[in-house]
């Protein structure tokens, strides 16, 4: 059982190759006064590679039959789970009686259309198979839990039709559960309950005899009447035809039947059937044999019916031909040889051998591997890299910034040493040069590496210097991208505004964000270091160890040092107050750390209103304290009781562990009293840190030239931190 979405995505791939096959083998005829047949045969929905039986074409004409009795005749393989169940409803809503006959095969959907039968009559050598729904996907974890649940779903409403027709409700359920493809036999059918009874075939055989006796006569008659007689009679060889008994005449007979069928869509039928019998390329449609009895004589059909129809068997016979030449060298394709089986089968000449060669060479590219067996030319390390590479793990191994890998051939070799190295590497011979000329030419060569990796080595430690050093700031600042060194306004996004009634047919208002925009700009922090010719030839190490280490120490302590000073300087924000201010509503009353305080500030915070009037709710998040009042912050943090004034030990502490608490000595030396509160930064940024580009760690820039006895390197950090928005920031000057 497939999906749609999947068929339509083939559809879709191949769409430039033409049409796939003919028209599906889908018949409704009138077999008797009182009775109609209809001829389900190949897949059930949508197909790309096989004939198809489309549910809305068979819906709409199985609801305009009305006759008393339908015969359904089934050989299909399954398809489309909603198809087939459509299929199922309309016939099982008819009012008529319905008798099926599965002739070669009713297997996956196919089965459960069969279950619409009021008898299902099955053959000695006829197929009735059942399993569960499956589908194919792709998707996340969840898409894959709703297929499932899809396909559940599906096999509910499956087991229903199954256990109405066998009243074996938990067996069949099992077979729906289990995985498993369950094939029966007829007698095997039968017994389960799936079907009534197998067919007679010595009953079936002689009235197809019978039937074989009528058409002879009446293609014997029909020569010679008169135009409404022989129109009867034309109906009366459409009553008597089936697939078994055409099979059984001979060819000439067979070719005066088809000129004589007035249905298209039936004499379709029956020419697939002549020209795939005649051509010798496929099966015949049917698998009964021919009666036992003596030989059909042989009728020939009228001159212009027998013209036209040995014209289109020729052409048909031709394109066949033509089709099986062009697909020969692929026919060990499983995929290719049953799209081609089918095609001749459907003997549709509106599928030309062109049409069928553009879908040979679109199931080639399908599964095709390319010629190289898909290799890659990746690049990789080359010999220089490598070498560049070991020299400054060596570097770094010898300073204790890394471990030296066991395999690196320049272990233990000194500074000068791996200058000689590197002239070597550059195509420099230095044989005759003492240790001075080496180095300084290792620094001024054009194609020396030796600059570049003494920098790869300083770069490491003014980075390991920069993470180690133990600076709070960022967990209470947010950190931002700035891309220049242009003013930046930065927008601190309050609340929204509230949501206003909307009548039934009413305009919906815009809304906005109340905003409180400060300016920041991006400074550049740096210096200079020097690794000279002497420090190398003295095998200096103290140059990578020590001097690029306390520069990215310093690049932090001065970051967290701008951070510190612009809390206690209280700066004029752009709407000219400073950021402590009443009409700011963050300056609170003085007092020292207590349950009572702290509590007064997180109710400020909580109180706090935008420029509409709309109360925001901040929630602090960290106390930021000298280091003198850390120690009476923790007490108040995880004090079980109120902490502070006439306070008993029955009192509950209202603030226990509802806050953070930082304390840092730069706020020491400013003002030793105050303490402050920050808002949780997912609600209200209250300060930032703005980093050119993005970029938070220092960059280290390296020149060297005619002025410089050796490498210098600048050790900048373009930064700087700002006021976002007052609200997420609170003061208490403290007693």
């Known amino acids: 059982m497939r999906t749609h979405a999947l068929t339509a995505a083939l559809g879709r791939v191949l769409a430039d190759a033409g049409p796939a096959l003919g028209p599906c083998l889908l018949k409704i005829e009138a077999r008797a006064a009182d009775v109609a047949e209809v001829m389900i045969y190949g897949t059930i929905g949508d197909s790309l590679w096989s004939e198809s039986v489309s549910s809305l074409q068979l819906a709409e004409q199985i609801g305009q039959i009305t006759a008393g009795t339908i015969h359904v005749r089934i050989n299909s393989g399954g398809g489309v789970v909603a198809d087939g169940m459509a299929i199922y409803n309309a016939l099982k809503q008819h009012a008529a009686r319905k008798v099926v006959f599965v002739d070669g095969q009713a297997a996956s959907i196919a089965s459960l259309i069969a279950m619409a039968g009021d008898e299902l009559v099955m053959y000695a050598s006829s197929l009735l198979m059942v399993h569960a729904p499956h589908t194919v996907a792709a998707g996340n974890a969840s898409a894959f839990r709703q297929y499932a649940t899809a396909l559940d779903a599906h096999a509910g409403a499956m087991l229903e039709a199954y256990a109405t027709k066998t009243g074996k409700r938990a067996e069949v359920e099992q077979l729906l559960t289990d995985g498993a493809d369950h094939w029966y036999t007829g007698v095997q059918a039968v017994e389960f309950g799936f079907a009534d009874r197998v067919a007679d075939t010595a009953a079936t055989a002689r009235a197809e005899a019978a039937s074989v006796v009528a058409l002879t006569g009446y293609l014997q008659a029909i020569t010679q009447a008169p135009a409404p007689v022989a129109a009867q009679l034309r109906g009366h060889i459409a009553a008597a035809l089936s697939p078994s008994v055409f099979a059984s005449l001979p060819e000439v007979t067979q070719t005066a039947v088809v000129g004589h069928i007035e249905d298209p869509m039936t004499q379709q039928t029956y020419l697939r059937i002549l020209a795939n019998a005649g051509g010798g390329q496929g099966a015949s449609t049917t698998s009964a044999t021919p009666p036992a009895s003596a030989p059909a004589p042989v009728v020939a059909a009228a001159p212009d019916a027998a013209a036209a129809v040995q014209a289109a068997l020729v052409a048909m016979r031709g394109r066949n031909a033509d089709i099986m030449a062009m697909a020969e060298p692929h026919m060990g394709n499983a995929e290719i040889r ?398």
């Open 338 to 735: 049953a799209y081609v089986d089918g095609v001749i089968a459907a003997a549709d000449p509106a599928v030309t051998p062109d049409n069928v060669g553009r879908h040979i060479l679109a199931l080639m590219g399908r599964n095709g591997e390319p010629l190289n067996g898909r290799a890659g030319v990746v690049a990789g390390a080359d010999q220089r890299d490598n070498v560049r590479a070991a020299m400054t793990n060596a570097i770094e191994a010898r300073v204790g910034l890394a471990q030296a890998t066991g395999d690196n051939p320049y272990r233990g070799h000194s500074l000068a040493e791996m200058a000689r190295e590197c002239l070597v590497q550059a195509g420099v011979n230095p044989r005759g040069m003492d240790r001075r000329e080496i180095v300084g030419m290792a620094f001024t060569h054009s194609t020396s590496d030796f600059p570049a990796l003494l920098g790869d080595a300083a770069r490491r430690s003014v980075l390991l210097g920069y993470q180690e050093v133990e600076e709070r700031f960022s967990e209470f600042t947010r950190a931002v991208s700035v891309p220049d060194f242009k003013p930046t306004n930065l927008v601190g996004l309050g609340a929204f505004s509230d949501l206003l009634p909307v009548r039934e047919g009413g305009e919906y208002k815009q809304g906005t964000f109340s905003e409180q925009s400060q300016s920041m700009q991006i400074v550049t922090w740096g210096r200079l270091f020097t690794i000279t010719r002497q420090a190398i030839i003295n095998d200096d190490l103290g140059i990578f160890s020590d001097v690029p280490r306390k520069m990215g120490q310093a690049a932090k302590r001065t970051l967290a040092k701008a951070v510190f000073e612009l809390i206690t300087k209280n700066p004029r924000l752009a709407d000219g107050k400073t950021l402590f201010h009443a009409d700011h509503g963050n300056l609170l009353p003085a007092a020292t750390i207590t349950t009572e305080s702290v509590s007064a500030m997180q109710a400020r915070m909580a109180l706090q209103k935008d420029a509409d009037g709309n109360v925001i709710r901040v929630p602090m998040k960290t106390l930021l304290t000298p280091v003198a009042l850390s120690g009476a912050a923790l007490t108040v943090r995880a004090a079980e009781f109120a902490v502070g004034g006439a306070n008993n030990q029955t009192t509950p502490n209202i603030v226990r562990n509802t806050f953070e608490v930082e304390s840092d000595g730069r706020l020491d030396g400013a003002d030793p009293k105050a303490w402050y509160g920050l808002a949780n930064s997912a609600y209200v940024d209250a300060l930032v840190v703005g980093y050119l580009d993005g970029n938070q760690t220092p960059y280290l820039e390296q020149h060297e030239g005619f002025t410089v006895d050796g490498v210098a390197w600048k050790v900048r950090m373009d930064a700087a931190p700002a006021i976002a928005d007052y609200r997420g920031i609170y003061k208490n000057p403290g007693q």
